[in-house]
């Protein structure tokens, strides 16, 4: 029967993987016959444990002789194993893995890779790490300080020197920075070429490759050549998890046990040992010692130090996955003299993360927040210092105790308000007013008004929609006025098309400007398009030809009998806000709209009109009374893409919205 302990009693199984019957075992493993299967893996221990194994694994084999190859290589380590558990002098003990199948000549081909380069590092050598007598903890473990990433897996790619390079950064940016990033060790393996990818390179070249570019988040530039099989350089586009320049320069640290005790109580520190020998292979926990010489192969991280059982040792954070060793950790011994163990002491070096000041980290979060890559480091240069103009500005803006709204960071904000200005607005006033039915003026009658309202609340909005880099916000006015008209008249929200009108309404300029009433006159003479039918596309900034005879109707022709403006008052407007959603024109040309965040804005612009907003209700907060609008620059924008602006200001009110303000008449008549 398989014997699933040694002398002392440890599993060579950490799985408790029931036993099936023999052939039923087989045949999940690989597609042959039962009776072949049986021929080439015999029923003894060394073939149950293989079957116990591959279960517990998912291993399936391609052929009957891949899969006797791999048994052949599964039973010489499983020999190897038991005979070193049954010593009772190891302070370690090793266990059947994922790697259990393939020889010691395959696993070092396949999973070690480092390679001590013949020139140092050629960017800020910034000296070498001694140490100088301090008090040094009795022990260190970084993993409890928020300093290292969860395990990572190399696969079968000999990137270990990139996995340790980037561990080191991780830790060092954790504790510059008080943010732990998981970074891209692609990018390493992918884009450093004085390294060589899957054949090998050293955790210095790695620091002098990253010294000199931002290094990339894990998320965007994910870790793809586990296969052995390495890609083309795609850093240009990934996010920026350490921006250039947060790696300033590395050090190497002194060949003596102290000296790395002193650099690891600091940072985690990337350390090169020897790994080409079995042991290293089947480890699974305890303390290894007297296992390896010096011959240096294999990069991994040092995260701390400490003592066990009484036996010293250093933590190290291995690239092979958690099924290695204690969850993808393990303990090499400490004190034991000379290079150390596994000549863990000959070639050690840590990153020195240059920590950013407010700005850079503002900007580094921002990036992270908004998804925001830029194709030159120039180019990002000038967003930040976009960036940090308006992060500037907002803070200033909000240290005013007496104002009645904040602002924030949102995605607008790597631009200039020049740039926002150029793409985000575009009401034009129409020299010519209206041609169509023109309905008359609304004007208050004296009749009571609703002390507030909110149409989102009564089923006559649709969700907030996005402009994007199209001065087409006039479009999504008259769109937003029309599917709350409509909604009102036929009792359905139907989300309406701005492209046709961007596209089809030739008396406006689509992505250059237009205004409410001739965007309501184009709609008077035409079915309207539902959004389905005809989506939004121009967000680009450029406009494709009209195809609205092959759309679906939203509202039919005739549905739009013809508009009303509204008289210049703020009772005229309460008074038709209340009986519809209302476009209105603002002037939004300054800072303070780009970056409101939240509250009523007041005595922040004039009367200069730039841009076609919705106004679906108004209301009062914290005693001071507002008009409820909708935006067209997605939820990003104020309080998920509504904003409210101060009501009762006079003249022509808050931002000028009491001047140019307009609403269709939907007719029943033709409700379908």
């Not at 100088?132 to 903890?137: D, M, R, S, T, V």
Request: net charge negative; charged share 20%.
């Amino acid at each position: 029967m398989l014997k699933q302990a040694d002398s002392k009693g440890s599993k060579l199984f950490s799985s408790t993987l029931p036993f099936t019957t023999k052939a039923a075992m087989r045949k999940t493993l690989v597609a042959s016959s039962v009776a072949t299967v049986l021929a080439t893996v015999p029923n003894d221990e060394y073939g149950q444990a293989f079957d116990h194994w591959a279960i517990a694994n998912s291993k399936t084999y391609a052929t009957e002789e891949e899969r006797e190859s791999r048994f052949n290589a599964f039973k010489s380590n499983y020999i190897y194993i038991a005979s070193e558990n049954a010593k009772n002098e190891n302070s370690y003990e090793l266990g059947v893995n994922a790697f259990s199948d393939m020889t010691p000549e395959e696993f070092r081909a396949t999973h070690l890779g480092y390679v001590k380069s013949v020139q140092r590092f050629q960017g800020k050598n910034l000296g070498v790490h001694e140490y100088k007598g301090e008090a040094l903890p009795t022990s260190v473990d970084w993993r409890s300080k928020g300093a290292v990433t969860p395990v990572k897996n190399q696969q079968s790619c000999g990137s270990c020197w990139a996995f340790s390079t980037v561990g080191a950064m991780e830790g060092a940016w954790a504790i510059a920075s008080k943010q732990l990033v998981s970074l891209s060790e692609e990018q390493l393996v992918a884009c450093s070429k004085q390294n060589h990818g899957c054949q090998g390179g050293s955790m210095e070249l790695g620091f002098q490759y990253e010294e000199g570019t931002q290094v990339c988040t894990e998320k965007s530039y994910p870790y793809t050549s586990g296969g052995g099989s390495v890609g083309a350089c795609q850093a240009s586009s990934c996010t920026a998890g350490i921006p250039k320049g947060g790696i300033s320069g590395y050090k190497t640290v002194a060949s003596n046990m102290n000296s790395l005790m002193s650099a690891v109580a600091q940072q985690p520190t990337s350390i090169a040992v020897e790994a080409n020998l079995p042991v290293f292979q089947s480890y699974k926990s305890g303390v290894m010692t007297g296992i390896c010489g010096g011959q240096l192969d294999h990069g991994i991280l040092c995260v701390g130090y400490g003592t066990e059982s009484g036996t010293d040792y250093w933590l190290v954070k291995n690239s092979w996955g958690t099924v290695w060793g204690e969850a993808g950790y393990g303990k090499l011994k400490r004190g034991k003299g000379g290079t150390g163990e596994c000549g863990i002491l000959q070639d050690d070096s840590y990153p020195v993360a240059t920590a950013m000041d407010e700005y850079e980290q503002a900007f580094l979060d921002f990036q992270t927040e908004y998804h925001k890559t830029y194709a030159s480091e120039e180019e990002r240069q000038s967003r930040f210092n976009a960036f940090k103009s308006n992060y500037i500005y907002i803070a200033s803006e909000n240290a005013k105790n007496e104002n009645s709204y904040e602002l924030g960071v949102n995605a607008f904000s790597d631009m200039t308000p020049e740039e926002f200005r150029a793409t985000h607005l575009g009401y034009v006033k129409s020299v010519q007013r209206f041609q169509g039915k023109n309905l008359g003026v609304h004007e208050y009658k004296g009749e009571a008004l609703p002390t507030s309202v909110d149409w989102r609340s009564k089923g006559a909005v649709t969700p907030v929609k996005n402009q994007q880099s199209c001065g087409s916000c006039w479009a999504f006015s008259t769109v937003g006025a029309m599917e709350g008209a409509w909604a009102i008249a036929s009792k359905q929200l139907v989300s309406l098309s701005e492209e046709q009108l961007v596209a089809c309404s030739k008396q406006n300029h689509g992505c250059q400007g237009g205004s409410m009433e001739l965007g309501f006159q184009y709609e008077e003479g035409t079915q309207v398009c539902t959004e389905k039918s005809y989506p939004y596309t121009s967000g680009g900034g450029s406009v494709g030809a009209c195809q609205a005879s092959s759309c679906t109707a939203g509202i039919p022709k005739g549905g739009i009998s013809g508009y009303k403006t509204v008289a210049s008052n703020m009772n005229s407007l309460m008074s038709a806000v209340a009986q519809q959603p209302t476009s209105i024109a603002v002037e939004a040309n300054l800072p303070v709209f780009q970056s409101y965040k939240s509250g009523v804005m007041t005595g922040i612009c004039g009367g200069q009109l730039d841009h076609g907003i919705l106004c679906v209700g108004y209301g009062t907060e914290s005693g001071t009374d507002y008009w409820l609008v909708k935006n067209s620059w997605g939820t990003v924008w104020g309080e998920a893409g509504y904003g409210k602006l101060k009501r009762g200001k006079g003249g022509t009110g808050e931002c000028g919205i009491l001047q140019d303000d307009s609403y269709p008449v939907a007719s029943s008549s033709v409700v379908v």
